[in-house]
């Protein structure tokens, strides 16, 4: 079934999550539309599935709709590619998308398109066409390709071979994934192959000679590779070439790449070109390079880089963190976790670098096929990310645009996790009417079991007690009876507490909570100001007052906005399921610590697509330590993943205690 209707999206959605019928009011709210239209879309996507043999919604009175499967492979599959599609068209709209493919299709197919003609066929305004046809020209324009008119003719595209194979590729498989468009036609696709066993063929032996080379291709970049095969097989047999100057050429002959080139361009079962064709050979060892994933602990791997890319790429790593550390102060860059996870991260830059050499990093992907997203990550790594992106950015001297950018992410989150908060480990005392067997056998088990939040654990009779110093202990475990509560100490009894057993969280509330340092939420509770009814028109010139307003100078406002800006186009800002828009300001500009939470009063767009209900403003000494660092970055975590504890923290129904508290307690489970 094809998906025409980000609403019809939504709809599906949301009945394949819920386990129980699904009103229309509530629909309609996801949708921002009438509960007549729900009605109305759900009657139509019904014939749809009905027909297709996939499923069946059932409108129950007072109750709602709930999506029943008929046959179960093909629901479970409709299901997949449903998953993939609420990702993917999160922040695209889809009728948009399906017009501007087909336009982008056109313009490769045929010699000359009329707007005219295109209007007609999309059933669309002239001015409809001109708002896609800027964005297509946006498009075409990262790949270093235009559109040209000629009067009485129509639009061409115009640009070096090698870039309009790239661009043909990347339209090509963001058409042919598990879902389906209204916009895929054949006359594209016969541009890259007539018969589909024809593709499998080539698919087959490129990937076997690929499983048998040192080098590996992700998953993605197989598929663009086959697609690029087919296409050079076609273009070249109509004469038309890629460019390359002479000194990639010399570079590309040196490489391990431009060896596998050959074995794939000379098989026998390929036939890729009609003559010995060297620049389409040193063509796809260029492609080889640019596709291939890069791990730089693998040795296989190391081996087939030559030395000195990666002498230039290990450079230019120290070079950008040392920009990042000098600007931030940030101590993350000097921890352990992040020298264990620095060679992940030079890899991955490897990737951009290799990109950025041999091609541009600039070329926009119409789609994401990241398998990760900014909902797993924290705020403070995506802002880690972005700056680094950003630094790369301005070395290249052209915008990155890479599905890398999400493992960087992940790096990060990496690098955070193995990051501990501030803790007060814990002193405790054990002690028990049942004798000192009783005691150590707990004390044993409190030191395995948290070790992380005990510094010291010492055990005792109970008529030693009285010669202790209470003042040099935090607790006292102890069996329960009524005697213990006259110590001057908090006393916890491992009898009520089911202490052998299902403890942990009681242990959590009544004992270990306390050790978490409080300084930065009670800092947080401090500069805290919320601000509601907020009226806001449009989201970038309210991030240009923002940046007004926090700025130390007036003379570095113009600096926030860009970087705020840039950073926002590496990752945005914004994070769709809830609503909420998080933007982080560099200390070094504002001078000061930062944390708003602003109410909006009435509903704006990012991207026309996605709504905005909050905006939060967060600023961080660069003095905080790291372990401070992560507890502010668990707070705010919570707070844009969950919209519920903003909407309560804003209503005064939470306080940030309570975040602090349920942060804390998830750490605390997560880690034992």
């Avoid at 003559?275 to 389409?280: A, G, K, P, S, W």
């Avoid at 000195?308 to 101590?331: A, P, R």
């Avoid at 992106?389 to 992940?410: A, P, R, Y």
């Avoid at 242990?507 to 805290?528: A, H, M, N, T, W």
Wanted: glycine fraction near 2%.
């Amino acid at each position: 079934m094809i998906i025409e209707k980000n609403r019809h999206l939504v709809i599906l959605y949301q009945l394949m999550s819920e386990s129980k019928p699904v009103s229309s009011e509530k629909l309609a709210q996801l949708t921002l539309v009438t509960s007549k239209t729900i009605k109305y879309d759900i009657s139509t996507m019904n014939a749809k599935l009905k027909e297709e043999d996939i499923a069946e919604i059932i409108s129950y009175k007072s109750k709602g709709y709930e999506i029943v499967p008929l046959n179960e492979q093909k629901y479970n599959e409709f299901k997949s590619s449903l998953i993939e599609m609420h990702i993917l068209f999160e922040d695209t709209n889809i009728e948009a998308m399906n017009r501007r493919l087909y336009i982008l299709q056109r313009l490769f197919t045929d010699e000359f398109v009329k707007t005219d003609d295109l209007a007609e066929e999309l059933y669309i305004s002239k001015s409809s066409i001109s708002n896609d046809l800027a964005w297509i020209n946006q498009f075409l324009k990262s790949y270093y390709i235009s559109t040209k008119s000629e009067r009485g003719r129509g639009l061409t595209i115009e640009g070096a071979e090698q870039d309009i194979r790239s661009a043909m590729v990347e339209v090509y498989v963001s058409l042919y994934q598990h879902y389906k468009f209204i916009s895929s036609n054949n006359h594209f696709r016969e541009l890259f192959y007539t018969e589909d066993s024809e593709y499998d063929s080539i698919r087959r032996t490129v990937l076997k000679i690929l499983r048998q080379s040192r080098i590996q291709i992700t998953e993605l970049n197989s598929s663009k590779l086959v697609a690029y095969v087919c296409l050079a097989k076609k273009r070249s047999q109509s004469g038309k070439s890629p460019y390359l100057s002479e000194k990639i050429i010399k570079e590309l002959k040196e490489t391990y790449e431009y060896v596998l080139a050959q074995e794939i361009t000379n098989n026998e079962h390929l036939k890729l070109f009609d003559i010995d064709n060297e620049v389409e050979i040193v063509n796809l060892s260029r492609l080889l390079i640019i596709y291939r994933d890069i791990d730089l602990q693998d040795k296989k791997c190391l081996a087939t880089i030559p030395q000195y890319l990666l002498e230039k790429n290990h450079n230019l790593f120290n070079t950008i963190i040392s920009e990042v550390v000098d600007e931030t102060g940030n101590v993350l860059f000097y921890t352990e976790a992040f020298k264990r996870y620095a060679l992940e991260l030079e890899s991955l830059q490897m990737k951009m670098f290799l990109e950025h050499y041999f091609d541009h990093t600039s070329k926009k992907h119409l789609f994401w096929f990241a398998e990760g997203d900014e909902y797993s990550a924290s705020p403070l790594s995506l802002e880690f990310v972005r700056m680094i992106i950003l630094k790369l950015q301005n070395h290249f001297g052209e915008l990155i645009c890479s599905d890398t950018i999400m493992s960087f992410v992940m790096v990060f989150k990496s690098i955070l996790y193995q990051i501990e908060f501030s803790y007060n480990k814990q002193k405790l005392i054990v002690t028990s009417m049942e004798g000192l067997i009783t005691s150590r056998i707990i004390k044993e088990f409190i030191e395995k079991r948290y070790s992380s939040y005990v510094s010291q654990v010492e055990f005792y009779n109970l008529y030693e007690m009285r010669k202790l110093d209470f003042t040099q202990y935090d607790a006292v475990i102890h069996s329960g009876i009524a005697t213990y509560f006259n110590y001057p100490i908090k006393c916890v009894s491992y009898r009520e507490l089911n202490f052998l057993r299902d403890g942990d969280e009681q242990l959590f509330e009544k004992l270990f909570f306390d050790g978490y340092s409080r300084d930065q939420v009670d800092k947080l509770s401090e500069i805290l100001h919320i601000v509601k009814n907020e009226n806001v028109i449009d989201i970038n010139r309210y991030l240009e007052l923002l940046s007004y307003k926090y700025c130390k100078e007036k003379s570095v406002q113009p600096k926030i906005l860009t970087n705020i800006l840039e950073k926002d186009k590496i990752i945005k800002y914004l994070y769709a399921k809830s609503g909420i828009c998080l933007v982080m300001f560099d200390y070094n500009d504002t001078g000061t610590e930062i944390f708003d939470i602003y109410k909006l009063s009435q509903n704006i767009y990012y991207n026309n697509i996605m709504k905005i209900k909050y905006v939060i403003a967060v600023c961080i000494s660069t003095q905080i330590s790291i372990s401070d660092a992560k507890m502010v970055d668990s707070i705010l975590q919570c707070l844009v993943n969950h919209k519920s504890y903003i909407d309560q923290l804003v209503s005064g129904k939470l306080q940030l205690e309570d975040i602090f508290k349920e942060t804390a307690r998830n750490d605390f489970l997560f880690s034992i």
